[in-house]
């Protein structure tokens, strides 16, 4: 299995957080699951299918989509092999570049080849032609330059500096606070930050939190759990365990030990 991660180009790096590519080359290939964790930031994925297929709930996705923010995790299954480029925004990226609603993609995903630009810009047959999966990533580079010059989204300064405040404070700073600053209602600050992140402040909070603890767990031979829980200002240790469970379906001793992890936050399950 190769797995590589590749920086954006300087133009999209306001964007991007980062993007990888996966190549597997077995033999034979069986089919396989995978479980996604929610992880506060959307993203896109190209998997072309004449290598293999992903699917979701027994429906195939598209060769090519773009995906919202996740509340919990989700199982796929690749009938095949990996040949895919990906692409992990901001939480905000899918209103800087793509106009979107965040919300309106929340939990869900689209297929790219019907969307806006992409078939003026016959974006997946520039795909299926590039040079292997760095070629296409370099594809996708150039598709998104162009979304973002023909959209030309202005975006609240504000709320992507809220964004960012809770970001570097792992979701452990007061929304009251942030809400007073902004001198926003209640009802106001949610509804703006649902449009630009897709999810409650709350949530989003929630979800920063568990992906700090997902950090530590990461780091190896790392095992103290009851530690973790107060590092991360959760309650006590039976309420790390319920939030880790909602956001990745198993225990944290599970994850360590009955999962592998291929890309952050894409694990292949081994039980």
């Not at 597997?24 to 293999?52: C, E, K, N």
Request: hydrophobic share 35%; proline share 4%; net charge positive.
């Amino acid at each position: 299995m190769k797995y590589k991660e590749i920086q954006p180009p300087d133009h999209l790096k306001s964007y991007i957080r980062y993007c990888w590519i996966l190549e597997s080359h077995d033999a034979v290939v069986s089919p396989r699951s995978f479980r996604t964790m929610a992880d506060a930031s959307p993203g896109l994925i190209f998997q072309h299918s004449d290598y293999g297929t992903l699917f979701q709930a027994d429906k195939a996705l598209s060769d090519v989509f773009l995906f919202g923010q996740s509340t919990r995790y989700t199982e796929l299954k690749l009938s095949g092999s990996f040949k895919t480029a990906g692409i992990y925004f901001y939480p905000n990226g899918l209103k800087a570049i793509f106009g979107l609603k965040a919300e309106e993609l929340t939990n869900s995903c689209l297929n790219m080849e019907t969307f806006g630009l992409s078939r003026e810009y016959a974006l997946s047959e520039r795909l299926s032609q590039a040079p292997g999966v760095e070629g296409q990533l370099q594809v996708l580079f150039d598709y998104l330059g162009k979304q973002l010059k023909s959209k030309r989204i202005s975006t609240d300064p504000s709320m992507e500096q809220v964004l960012s405040l809770m970001l570097e404070s792992n979701g452990n700073i007061s929304l009251k606070d942030l809400q007073a600053r902004l001198q926003l209602s209640e009802r106001s600050f949610e509804r703006k930050f649902k449009e630009l992140a897709g999810i409650s402040p709350k949530l989003f909070s929630r979800i920063c939190r568990f992906q700090a603890s997902l950090g530590q767990l990461r780091k190896p031979g790392y095992d103290k759990g009851t530690t973790l829980a107060f590092e991360q200002n959760y309650a006590d240790q039976s309420h790390f365990i319920r939030s880790f469970k909602e956001f990745a379906g198993f225990s944290p001793l599970q994850y360590q030990k009955q999962s592998k992890e291929l890309v952050e936050n894409l694990s292949e399950l081994t039980f």
